[in-house]
């Protein structure tokens, strides 16, 4: 690492748009290491469906060291305080030995728990708010998340539960004080990958077909024959909540894969409106680059801004 005031690259951008490979390069390139945020990454054995293209991580033989990726069971609720957790005791360790922490990932709430060093606390379930809420409808929920002012949105809520959830961790942070936590400094070089959308969605479209051809569905059952209930896997959204209900006879396989294709479309589109707030409404820097432009061509940019 050189002394030039950043401790922190961070490779974001939509989903499909490269972000691993890239980041991946880029760390073999700094000797780096990578930080996932990636909010259903964490997850063991939920491989095809969360995008885990673990060959992306060896770069000309050259096995890339990658951090908070398989570290909870499936059918676990892992949230936004435990990764901000996790992801602080990672990028100590590697500040610590002068290695570089290149954070990468699709999840803005996720970065910008980072980023901001958003003072957390755990946040308990809250029955009666749960109860009073079963009955809405997704965009109803949508609606209620979009009058809160910090933090959450509903970037990550594709499904009434996850949504349900982050009215209840805002309604708690309304009501009671935040702890104060001593997070260290970050400063970070913030590099987005920039996709055409037509590219983009048709990316989307060829990658689903192909996980689907890989055995993404075979993953699913895989994972309800361990006994992981169904309602769990089809908390976490798209890949799970879609394939799943296919597997337990709500949905053919077309409805399955036209639905599902388009709730990544959205999910893409809602991905690049986060990132733009973060430009536009939170006061940060992101250097956009192509991703038809040669990746060497922006590893080498990237080194001329940490110099």
Known sequence: ?????????????????GKTAFAAKLAKALKGEIISADSRQVYKRMDLGTGKDYDDYIVDGYQVPAHLTDIREPGYKYNVYEYQTDFFRVFEELNNKSVWPILCGGTGLYIEA????????H??????????????????????????????NNTDTD???????AIEIETYYQNHPEIVVELPEVRPL????????????????????????????????GL???????????????????????????????????????????FAKRQMTWF??????????????????PVESRIEKVIEMLD
Not at 134 to 150: D, P, Y
Request: aromatic residues 8%.
């Open 1 to 17: 690492m050189k002394n030039n005031g950043y401790n922190l690259i961070v490779v974001l951008g939509p989903t499909a748009c």
């Open 114 to 121: 980072v980023l901001q060093r958003y003072k957390m606390i």
């Open 123 to 152: 946040v308990p379930s809250n029955p009666s708010l749960r109860e009073s809420l079963k009955n809405r409808s997704l965009n109803e929920l949508e609606a209620i998340l979009s009058s809160f002012r910090e933090l959450h």
């Open 159 to 165: 499904t009434v539960k996850r949504a349900i959830r």
């Open 190 to 221: 913030i590099i987005g990958l920039n996709i055409d959308r037509d590219e983009r969605r048709a990316k989307i479209t060829r990658r689903l077909e192909q996980r689907l051809k890989d055995g993404m569905i075979e993953e699913v059952r």
């Open 224 to 266: 309800l024959d361990e006994g992981i209930p169904a309602e769990d896997l089809i908390y976490y959204g798209l890949e799970y909540k879609f394939v799943t209900r296919y597997v337990i006879g709500e949905i053919s396989y077309e409805e399955m894969f036209d639905q599902l294709n388009i709730a990544i479309h959205q």
């Open 276 to 293: 733009r707030g973060m430009e536009k409404r939170r006061g940060f820097h992101i250097n956009w680059m192509d991703v038809n432009d």
